[in-house]
């Protein structure tokens, strides 16, 4: 099935490294993604990782996937208050239908 | 480069009304998605076109329909407007079936 879980909230302090985690139930899944969005804004692609790997850094951001367990996360290193903002993690299912199943969001507080 | 570009940024209906919500993907884009992102529902997948034709919709009633032009641009329409059709709808855009989607800025309905 398609399900993808996220926890609701996160806060953390100016400086800090931010974790944001999701897990997923379908192992079709083949690319894995993360998308920011700020208030009344779409969607910003952040970074995303192929299921054979099993992790992606990008300057700032580290995606670490476990697909033994589902599980996904994103590290945001030195977090500053512009990253305030809702996460989404989403997975592609079955190429040939190209459809994102987004989580339910993590939304960031980043405090000075 | 021109981002996904959607419009109007706001509609505003009454019940049973018909909606129509315009998106431009990216030069050279030939996929559009379609998502819709209600409160208390997260986001979820609507429709896709490529090169002009329905490729998949996702778990939406036949009311939701659209259509992708010649220049790739793409077209939403919803009729006999209900109130909970209320929510942020998002286009997004990828190069030939790609792995990345972008989004557009995303036409808030709003259903009265």
């Known amino acids: 099935g398609e399900d993808v879980e996220q926890s609701l909230f996160l806060s953390v302090r100016e400086g800090d490294s931010s974790v944001i985690n999701c897990t997923y139930t379908?192992?079709?899944?083949?690319?894995l993604y993360w998308y920011k969005q700020e208030p009344g804004a779409g969607l910003q692609l952040l970074t995303y990782?192929?299921?054979?790997?099993d992790m992606k850094q990008d300057q700032r951001l580290t995606v670490l996937l476990n697909k033994k367990d589902k599980h996904l996360s994103l590290r945001i290193a030195d977090t500053q208050t512009g990253d305030s903002a809702i996460y989404f993690c989403?997975?592609?299912?079955?190429?040939?239908?190209?459809?994102?199943?987004f989580g339910t969001g993590t939304r960031l507080l980043v405090s000075p | 480069e021109a981002g996904v570009t959607q419009s109007p940024t706001h509609l505003i209906k009454t019940r049973g009304q018909q909606a129509t919500l315009r998106c431009s993907p990216i030069?050279?884009?030939?996929?559009v998605y379609w998502y819709q992102q209600a409160l208390g529902l997260g986001l979820q997948f609507l429709l896709w076109?490529?090169?002009?034709?329905?490729?998949n919709r996702g778990n939406f009633p036949p009311r939701f329909s659209g259509r992708q032009f010649p220049n790739y641009s793409s077209e939403l329409n919803v009729n006999a407007l209900e109130l909970e059709d209320s929510a942020l709808y998002l286009c997004?855009?990828?190069?030939?079936?790609?792995?990345?989607?972008?989004f557009g800025p995303g036409t808030r309905l709003t259903v009265l």
């Open positions: 989403a997975e592609r299912v079955n190429t040939g239908f190209q459809k994102l199943v």
């Open positions: 030069s050279g884009h030939t996929s």
């Open positions: 379908d192992s079709s899944s083949t690319y």
């Open positions: 997004a855009s990828s190069l030939d079936r790609g792995r990345e989607q972008f």
């Open positions: 990782i192929f299921s054979n790997m």
């Open positions: 076109y490529d090169e002009g034709e329905e490729r």
